[in-house]
């Protein structure tokens, strides 16, 4: 395993440490890469959300917020998966595999609903958004948790 300090350039080897300089944490590149896929899921996802919720009707550019969500959601999950050695059937595994699920199904069900150009279920979609975003909270408090205790 290479240690490196963080004004050292970025490998692309999973197994590099960072270590920050003055020795306040380290951190695996993998698990860097994890968290800040998660960030940037949970960013896009509220902005697509809250946005349509705001908004009152489903647009095309909430779509792709959704679907940035989604990418970068599963672009972190892979990530965890492969730090754990797979899936941990556990509350956190299992709301989590129910919730990048839902995540999909929203997504392409939000596709649906503009490719259709179906004006009322444009209107009442953000009811589906608010409950999926709801669920997918559960899983990222509850791996924010497990990360901290």
Same mark, same amino acid.
């Given at each position: 395993?290479?240690?490196?300090?963080?004004?050292?350039?970025?490998?692309?080897?999973?197994?590099?440490? *960072?270590?920050?300089?003055?020795? %306040?944490?380290?951190?695996?590149?993998?698990?860097?890469?994890?968290?800040?896929?998660?960030?940037?899921?949970?960013?896009? *996802?509220?902005?697509?959300?809250?946005?349509?919720?705001?908004?009152?009707?489903?647009?095309?550019?909430?779509?792709?917020?959704?679907?940035? %969500?989604?990418? =970068?959601?599963?672009?972190?999950?892979?990530?965890?998966?492969?730090?754990?050695?797979?899936?941990?059937?556990?509350?956190?595994?299992?709301?989590?595999?129910?919730?990048?699920?839902?995540?999909?199904?929203?997504?392409?069900?939000?596709?649906?609903?503009? *490719?259709?150009?179906?004006?009322?279920?444009?209107?009442?979609?953000?009811?589906?958004?608010?409950?999926?975003?709801?669920?997918?909270?559960?899983? =990222?408090?509850? %791996?924010?948790?497990?990360?901290?205790?």
């Amino acid at each position: 395993m290479q240690i490196s300090s963080i004004d050292s350039p970025i490998t692309n080897d999973p197994t590099t440490t *960072y270590t920050h300089r003055k020795g %306040g944490f380290t951190m695996n590149a993998t698990l860097a890469v994890a968290i800040i896929s998660m960030i940037a899921a949970l960013t896009f *996802y509220t902005i697509g959300v809250w946005s349509e919720k705001i908004q009152g009707v489903l647009k095309p550019w909430h779509l792709a917020f959704f679907w940035l %969500g989604l990418v =970068f959601d599963t672009l972190g999950t892979n990530r965890m998966f492969h730090i754990a050695g797979g899936v941990q059937l556990d509350v956190h595994g299992v709301t989590g595999l129910i919730a990048i699920t839902l995540m999909f199904i929203h997504a392409m069900w939000a596709s649906w609903v503009l *490719y259709k150009k179906d004006e009322n279920a444009a209107r009442n979609f953000h009811k589906f958004s608010i409950m999926v975003w709801v669920i997918w909270l559960i899983p =990222f408090v509850s %791996g924010l948790a497990l990360a901290m205790f």
